[in-house]
């Protein structure tokens, strides 16, 4: 998705549309590496407005996809959305060479250079960004048993539950004297 700096106007501009997931390099990257399967389009809303010296851009981006618990491992699905906001200036062609203190609108902002903007990385990164590190199906999910394996959300184990950690077998003898 790109705009064309000229039609920026103070007057905020909507954009939508929605993507195919093989638009999206580093989205297919995702999903090659086994992070995620995405199940729909890349839906993305955006408003696009000029402010002083810079371009504020506040958009959602949406898509459903199907992961893996990080706990029973079983599939699930889930839905990503995102709502953001995005400062872009016009990049510098010289570097200060003095420290500057970053103030919070700099945390958010990307450059651009020439004379359109194009969107396609901002929104695939907010599409990553919503990509558990450890997804869960369900906050109460007992996961799998350490012993056998069973799935505890559907199946109760018959391991024997009073296993010495490992950690402190070294102590299963001791005997203590009051």
Do not use: W
């Not at 002083?52 to 851009?57: A, P, S």
């Not at 990049?91 to 020439?114: F, K, R």
């Not at 903007?117 to 599409?127: G, L, N, R, T």
Request: aromatic share 8%; proline share 3%; glycine share 4%.
């Amino acid at each position: 998705m790109k705009i064309r700096i000229a039609d920026i106007t103070e007057k905020a501009k909507l954009l939508e549309t929605v993507d195919k997931v093989s638009f999206y390099p580093t989205l297919l990257q995702a999903q090659d590496a086994g992070e995620c399967q995405f199940l729909s389009p890349v839906t993305v809303s955006l408003s696009v407005a000029r402010e002083f010296d810079h371009i504020r851009v506040q958009g959602n981006v949406g898509t459903t996809v199907r992961l893996t618990c990080s706990r029973c491992l079983s599939e699930f699905t889930s839905e990503l959305s995102s709502n953001f906001t995005i400062f872009y200036t016009k990049a510098a062609t010289a570097q200060p060479e003095d420290e500057v203190e970053l103030e919070e609108q700099d945390l958010i902002s990307a450059t651009y250079s020439g004379d359109e903007i194009d969107f396609s990385d901002e929104v695939a990164e907010q599409i990553l960004l919503e990509i558990p590190y450890k997804p869960l199906c369900s906050e109460a999910c007992n996961g799998l048993c350490a012993s056998c394996g069973i799935d505890l959300n559907n199946f109760d184990c018959t391991c024997k539950s009073n296993a010495v950690s490992m950690a402190f077998s070294s102590l299963q003898g001791l005997k203590v004297i009051h």
